[in-house]
T-cell receptor
Framework: EAGVTQFPSHSVIEKGQTVTLRCDPI?????LYWYRRVMGKEIKFLLH????????ESGMPNNRFLAERTGGTYSTLKVQPAELEDSGVYFC?????????????FGPGTRLTVL | RKEVEQDPGPFNVPEGATVAFNCTYS??????FFWYRQDCRKEPKLLMS???SGNEDGRFTAQLNRASQYISLLIRDSKLSDSATYLC???????????????FGGGTRVLVKP
């Protein structure tokens, strides 16, 4: 079974540009999460989808970040315009629907560098 | 204060030795606790869940102390392949019916040397 996939694996852009990250969760997983790790800091939660609905977006840093999950399958995270402090590794994770905790499976991450 | 705190290490461990390290968490109402392993430039992977009664998985033993709000991981008979960063992860109290957002510590780096 395929794991969580993310595209691109690396992205280097200039400040002010736009970047869109994509995540394909494990098939059948209703829960999809975005996390990020900026240099020297711990991995932090950004937001959580249940199917196509945003369940929790309390971790989104500001309105330059827009996440979508149309149709409840893959998700995109757009940063517009990108700032230097957005550099880091963006992880996507997915899990099955459950009222109790289910293991979250992480993708390999997208390494974003804003110059 | 960080929600989950870990000693960043590195812990330099001779092959075959035992190593143990802790993490502390600030929210006493936290529900679930885990250790994840992360290899260099790779994604985090679940190593084991942590239960109040303590649990063991092969050479790995995890303990949870709710009273003191800390979690521990012990690795026995360390292998070279155990070299990695170990992330302490906490599932905070749910605000909504669903939602399992994870709170990560900064990680403890372990280097096992021959």
């Amino acid at each position: 079974e395929a794991g969580v996939t993310q595209f691109p694996s690396h992205s280097v852009i200039e400040k002010g540009q736009t970047v869109t990250l994509r995540c394909d969760p494990i098939s059948g997983h209703d829960n999809l999460y975005w996390y990020r790790r900026v240099m020297g800091k711990e991995i932090k939660f950004l937001l959580h989808f249940v199917k196509e609905s945003k369940q929790d977006e309390s971790g989104m840093p500001n309105n330059r970040f827009l996440a979508e999950r149309t149709g409840g399958t893959y998700s995109t995270l757009k940063v517009q315009p990108a700032e230097l402090e957005d550099s880091g590794v963006y992880f996507c994770a997915s899990s099955q629907e459950s009222i109790s905790y289910n293991e979250q499976f992480f993708g390999p991450g997208t390494r974003l560098t804003v110059l | 204060r960080k929600e989950v705190e870990q000693d960043p290490g590195p812990f330099n461990v001779p092959e075959g030795a035992t190593v143990a390290f802790n993490c502390t968490y600030s929210n006493s109402a936290s529900q679930s606790f885990f250790w994840y392993r992360q290899d260099c430039r790779k994604e985090p992977k679940l190593l084991m869940s942590v239960y109040s009664s303590g649990n063991e998985d092969g050479r790995f033993t995890a303990q949870l102390n709710r009273a003191s709000q800390y979690i521990s991981l012990l690795i026995r008979d360390s292998k070279l392949s155990d070299s990695a960063t170990y992330l302490c992860v906490v599932n905070p109290p749910r605000i909504k019916a669903a939602g399992n957002k994870l709170t990560f510590g900064g990680g403890t780096r372990v280097l096992v040397k021959p």
